[in-house]
């Protein structure tokens, strides 16, 4: 499966953008779909994340502002992103992740698409 995300650019201070992750296949296979971000001298972290049963989950920085969803139809994920602030400056990559077994899973992870966000 390939992942390509797209949506990114420069907006300014509370701003809003909209990324989509478009895989290759299908999606539902998956047992989540998210959204990841890293900062330029920061660790990737986790922004975002859909499970197959629709569940969501957010991190702190961005509860409110960010909504995650899913079009198992179009094999998309979507990261509609509102009043954006400076500090979520980074690229932002999507991830799909798979599990086999207790003790497999896998992880797919498209390019990333650069967010900027001005002052």
């Known amino acids: 499966v390939q992942l390509q995300a797209f949506g990114g650019g420069l907006v300014q201070n509370g701003g809003y953008l909209r990324l989509s992750c478009a895989a290759s296949?299908?999606?539902?296979?998956?047992?989540?779909m998210g959204w990841y971000r890293q900062a330029p001298g920061k660790q990737r972290e986790l922004v975002a994340a859909i499970a197959r049963d629709g569940n969501t989950n957010y991190a702190d920085s961005v509860k409110g502002r960010f909504t995650i969803s899913s079009d198992n139809n179009k094999s998309t994920v979507y990261s509609q992103m509102n009043t954006l602030k400076p500090e979520d400056t980074a690229v932002y990559y999507c991830?799909?992740?798979?599990?086999?077994?207790?003790?497999?899973?896998?992880?797919?992870w498209g390019q990333g698409t650069l967010v900027t966000i001005s002052s």
């Open positions: 991830n799909a992740h798979g599990v086999v077994t207790t003790t497999i899973e896998y992880h797919y």
């Open positions: 296949g299908s999606i539902s296979s998956f047992s989540v």
